[in-house]
Every structure is written in structure tokens, then in C-alpha cells.
């Protein structure tokens, strides 16, 4: 009978060593899985699942942004810096699609269009916005983009835009050119799409989410990064030592912080909006829609005579909006003289003897490509950098030029970006020497439209300070801001490139870099007032005139 109990036993024993030899066999397959095997299985070498649904939402996340030591100044300019959006703020509760702004049946109408119109003139629309049951609307917050043209001419400026918060609105034209001049008014979000937007701003930061891969030998893991990270598992703090940006990765199980490779776009959260949020994002219907006009959409503009034009031209150039226009394709500042640099000897002759840095997103990368594309004597120097990432040389030996680019730190939702170019901007700036042969150029903004707006203070600020202390130990360095553009959207693009992030950014960075000594090409209107399509990255005749502003302050008319 003993004999007889013990044999089944003797088996389950048996069965129960054999499981543990395989599990033991698996784990160690999983710690020498190469890197191609990591990127096709999104669980991590531990078997936790790491990607931001797998992690879910309901735990705390972790903000570097939210543990900032500001001083009572910067405690200050940021508590400012945010209650200039206040006036924005759409109504609060979320309404049925019926009752949210209809592009097609709201309208504008010029008020003072029977006057007598002249260069210089101003030009006021009021436009009244409706719902789908043709009712007007009682409450403002929609995010309009405004602007004037005349189609054969290749002339366009912004308009300015005033919400009195009742569903009117009134746009505001400096006229500033002869002829047939056309207004166009154009819904980018409805209110309630906004009020979407500023909630995913807010409480879904991980919209777009980060990975790094980690290896030692033949052991890989892949970890989530951002800014900020939900769930209570260990992380590495990868916080700039000299900065204090912030920055953090899920720990790896089995490898130490250190051994950190890379840095790449992750990719981007689905299933964000309700069925209901999902109605106020619609190509088509209420995303960048025109709005129609109720009697004439256009006025005729007279040239002034030649002391009016000494006297309007003197008046102009004290208003600060718009900051330029369009004339036959071609980009007049209102403040000062630009050059048309349209042969490559006339940008050799100005960038001679001189070192120029850009610094920033892939739409500061485009004057790179435009410069060494238009300059033949501008070599580019392969340094083996991954593609669309850098960093870029360029360098004309004859003429004593060197152009580089560089990106940005995280956040940056390239493909791939080693550990160790992940360079912050501040700290490049503070390895400069500076000097009259010394010219700066910065465009940052795209990368950072998923983030609290507090992330990109904190960036700015830091980049300010080091542009300070860079001006201050060499006065004769030109440092040029590239602004923020617009750009095309749709239902997606919208929850995470929405020119309503861009817009935010774009005036934060316009008000933190006012007075400092820098130069700003306006890449926003640059866009906005052009005719052509919008675009992340402009088309190369805008690009042009972007990059004969920034040679025109390298390079001023001598008087």
C-alpha cells in the first residue's frame, strides 16, 4: 500500500523539476534576446508590461516639472506666464455636438467696409459664431486664425483676434498694401475641442511617450521615459546635473542605469477621447474650417501720397502687430530693412569668417538643409549621424564658414538619438565663447506641445539664463529666437500638434525672451500670413524668407 502512494508522488515531484528547468531555460533565453527581439515583444525582459496602457492611469505619476525650486521672481513671471491664457477658457461644461460652434453657419461681416480705405488703415470684422441648430452661441473660448490677401499680388498679414467671451469676436487688419485686399477667417477648434485639449494638457502628458533601450553584453532592455511617469516602479533619474531638466526612464530589471544607449519616440497613445470628445474633432467640419462672409469679404485699398507714405510709414513702424507681411512673395518686416539674399555669394560674403550654431527641432534642421543646398562652397562634413537627427558640419574652408546643428534634449520625438547626444541647449551656449564671428539660432517648441506649459518655462528659462551669461561675456554674439509656425491638422494630429499648443508656446516665448537682446524671426506669422498650405515644415520659398531675416540681422544694411 506505502509502495502504491509513493508512486504517484515520485511522478508529481518528477513533473514539478521538470517545470522548473524550463522556466530557468526560458528566463535565461529572455536575458540574451537581442535588441530587434526586445522591440517586437513591447514587454520588457521582466515580463512587466511598460508601455503607459499597460501601466494604467490611475496611479500617480511622477512630474519632475511639479518639483521645481523657483525663486519668488520666477515663481512670479510663471504665475503670470499662465494667467494670460485664463482668458481663453472655453465654457466649462461639454456640450452635445449640436449645440458646439458650426463654421458653416457662423459669419463674418466688415463693419466700417462702405469708409474710405488707404495704406496704413485699419481694417475691423466682427464675426459671430452659431451651433448645427443655427443658434448663436453664448460664450466664446473658439480658436480662430485671421489674415488678409490679395492672390496676385502674393500678399498676406495676419489679423489680431479679440474674444469678448459671447460667441463675438472682432478681428483687427492693418492695411498695408494697394489693391483688392480679401479677409479670411478660419475656425481651427471650436471652444469645446479646446476645452478637450487643455484636459488632455493637463492630466495626459504621456500622450506621446519615450523609450529607451539598455544593454550590457548580450543582455537588452527596453524601458518607458518622459518627463513624466506613471505607477510607483523604481526609475533612473537622468535630471541634467547643470539644468535640472528632468528626465526619467523605468529602471531595467536586470541592468543598471548606466547602461543607457539610446533615446527614440516610443510612439503615440490611442483611444484618448469619448465617442462625444471624438464629434469635435472632424476634418472637414470643424477642424480649420473657413468661416463664411455675410455681404462683401473684400475692401479696396488706395496708395497713399507721398507725404502721407513718410507719415504712415513713420507711424507703422512704432505698431508692433503685425510684425510683417507679404508683398509679391516676399517678407517686409514693418521694424526694420530685410535683404534679399538670392545668390549664394551674397550669403558667402555675409556668413564669411563666421561660426554659426543652430540649435533646436527639425524646423530649424531646414535652414541646414536650405544653406547647404543654396551655397555650393558649403560642404557638408559626414560625421555618420543618423538621418534627420544630427548632429550636422558644414563647413566652406576657402571662406572660413562652419555650420553646425544640433537637436535638442528630451523631450524630442526623433527616431533614434544616442545617450550621448542628448545635449541640452543651455549647456551648449555655455561652451561657447561668443564674439562678433559668433551667430546663435534656436527653434524650440514642437516637441514640448504634449506638456504641461510649466515643462516649457522651465526650458526657456533655462536657455534664457545661459543666453544672458553668454551676451554678457561676449555683447557682439547674435543670438536669433526662431518662433513657432503653424500647421496642418487633423483628428489626430490635433490631440498632440494642435496650433492651439503651438500658439500657447509661441506667446510664451515671445514674452520670456522679450528684452533680452535677441532677435526674433517671426515664423509664425511668416506662416500663417502665406498663401501656401501650412506645414509643420514650411515650404522652401517660406524657408527662404526665413532665412534672409536671420542673415539680415547677421548682417544689417550699414547706414
Not at 507714405?309 to 526694420?336: T, V
Not at 526662431?482 to 498632440?496: D, M, Y
Request: charged letters at 20%.
Amino acid at each position: 500500500m506505502w509502495t502504491n502512494f509513493c508512486k504517484p508522488w515520485f511522478f508529481c515531484c518528477l513533473l514539478a523539476a521538470l517545470t522548473i528547468v524550463l522556466l530557468v531555460l526560458n528566463v535565461n533565453q529572455l536575458e540574451h534576446l537581442d535588441h530587434e527581439s526586445v522591440l517586437a515583444t513591447v514587454i520588457d525582459s521582466s515580463g512587466q508590461d511598460t508601455s503607459p496602457q499597460g501601466l494604467g492611469i490611475s496611479r500617480k505619476s511622477y512630474c519632475g516639472y511639479e518639483h521645481q525650486t523657483l525663486s519668488k521672481r520666477e515663481r512670479l513671471e510663471e504665475n503670470s506666464l499662465l494667467a494670460s491664457f485664463q482668458n481663453h477658457e472655453p465654457h466649462m461644461d461639454l456640450v452635445p455636438f449640436v449645440k458646439s460652434t458650426d463654421p458653416s453657419s457662423s459669419y463674418f461681416v466688415i463693419l466700417n467696409s462702405g469708409t474710405f480705405f488707404k495704406v496704413g488703415s485699419q481694417l475691423e470684422v466682427l464675426v459671430q459664431v452659431q451651433d448645427f441648430q443655427g443658434r448663436p452661441k453664448k460664450y466664446g473660448g473658439d480658436y480662430l486664425q485671421a489674415r488678409i490677401h490679395s492672390p496676385k499680388l502674393q500678399a498676406g498679414a495676419v489679423g489680431r483676434v479679440v474674444d469678448y467671451q459671447n460667441g463675438f469676436y472682432k478681428v483687427f487688419f492693418t492695411l498695408l498694401w494697394p489693391g483688392k485686399v480679401t479677409v479670411s477667417i478660419v475656425l481651427v477648434h471650436p471652444s469645446e475641442a479646446i476645452q478637450v485639449l487643455q484636459h488632455l494638457q493637463e492630466v495626459r502628458p504621456d500622450r506621446v511617450y519615450f523609450k529607451s533601450l539598455f544593454r550590457s553584453g548580450r543582455i537588452s532592455e527596453i524601458t518607458i521615459c518622459n518627463v513624466c511617469l506613471p505607477g510607483n516602479l523604481p526609475v533612473c533619474n537622468f535630471t541634467d546635473l547643470y539644468t535640472g531638466e528632468p528626465w526619467f526612464c523605468f529602471q531595467p530589471k536586470k541592468l543598471p542605469c548606466s547602461s543607457r544607449i539610446n533615446h527614440y519616440k516610443g510612439g503615440y497613445l490611442k483611444g484618448l477621447l469619448t465617442t462625444t470628445e471624438s464629434a469635435f474633432f472632424q476634418s472637414d467640419v470643424n477642424i480649420k474650417m473657413p468661416i463664411r462672409s455675410s455681404g462683401p469679404d473684400w475692401v479696396t485699398v488706395i496708395p497713399l501720397g507721398v507725404k502721407e507714405a513718410n507719415d504712415s510709414e513713420l507711424s507703422q513702424s512704432m505698431e508692433n502687430f503685425p510684425s510683417g507681411y507679404y508683398y509679391k512673395n516676399q517678407w517686409r518686416p514693418r521694424k526694420f530693412k530685410m535683404h534679399q539674399f538670392n545668390e549664394p555669394d551674397n550669403i558667402t560674403e555675409c556668413l564669411q569668417g563666421k561660426m554659426i550654431y543652430l540649435f533646436g527641432d527639425s524646423t530649424i534642421r531646414q535652414w541646414f538643409d536650405y544653406l547647404i543646398t543654396f551655397v555650393p562652397d558649403l560642404v557638408e562634413f559626414n560625421l555618420g549621424s543618423p538621418k534627420n537627427v544630427g548632429p550636422y558640419l558644414a563647413v566652406d574652408l576657402k571662406h572660413n564658414i562652419l555650420l553646425q546643428y544640433r537637436c535638442h534634449g528630451p523631450p524630442i520625438r526623433f527616431t533614434t538619438v544616442l545617450s550621448n547626444e542628448l545635449h541640452y541647449v543651455a549647456n551648449e551656449l555655455n561652451r561657447i565663447v561668443g564674439g562678433r564671428s559668433t551667430v546663435v539660432a534656436i527653434a524650440i517648441w514642437s516637441h514640448f506641445s504634449t506638456f504641461p506649459l510649466e515643462v516649457y518655462i522651465r526650458r526657456l528659462r533655462n536657455i534664457r539664463r545661459a543666453v544672458v551669461r553668454l551676451l554678457d561675456r561676449s555683447p557682439k554674439t547674435v543670438v536669433v529666437i526662431r518662433t513657432a509656425n503653424v500647421q496642418e491638422l487633423g483628428p489626430e494630429v490635433s490631440l498632440f500638434n494642435s496650433d492651439w499648443f503651438s500658439f500657447q508656446l509661441d506667446t510664451i516665448l515671445r514674452k520670456m525672451f522679450s528684452g533680452v537682446g535677441v532677435y526674433l524671426v517671426d515664423a509664425w506669422e511668416m506662416t500663417l500670413a502665406h498663401y501656401l498650405p501650412h506645414k509643420l515644415h514650411p515650404d522652401v520659398v517660406i524657408v527662404k524668407n526665413q532665412i534672409d531675416m536671420f542673415l539680415s540681422f547677421v548682417c544689417p544694411a550699414k547706414t
